[in-house]
């Protein structure tokens, strides 16, 4: 499914989301008429942190699911992946 907006109406979108959370995201939890989680303040800085260090994870794990690198674990990167995804989820507030 694709949703088409204009670049005004993309703009007031990144103004309303929560930094760390993708579009696609935003827009399904505020059609459903789901808060969004907001990361508290203190965590902001973190929470950006841990977002570049997800995006860099995300790549080498392609990168070795590939065969693009030598010596990388496809399993231990996924599993590292994951874990900072829960510490990211817990620095929203999440139980």
């Known amino acids: ?6 670049d005004a109406e993309l703009a007031e979108i ?20 789901r808060a969004p989680a907001r990361v ?3 965590n902001q ?3 950006g942190h841990a977002g570049r260090i997800a995006g860099g994870l995300t790549t080498l794990a392609k990168a070795a699911a590939e065969g693009r ?8 990167i996924e599993e590292l992946r994951l ?5 990211r989820r817990l ?4 139980k």
């Open 45 to 47: 800085e973190a929470w």
């Open 83 to 87: 874990a900072l995804a829960e510490v």
């Open 69 to 76: 690198t030598v010596g990388v674990d496809p399993d231990a």
């Open 14 to 33: 990144d103004d309303r989301r929560p930094e760390g959370m993708t579009r696609g995201e935003w827009l399904r939890t505020a059609a459903l008429r």
């Open 40 to 42: 508290p303040e203190v």
């Open 91 to 94: 620095m929203k507030g999440g």
């Open 1 to 6: 499914m694709t949703c088409r907006v204009t």
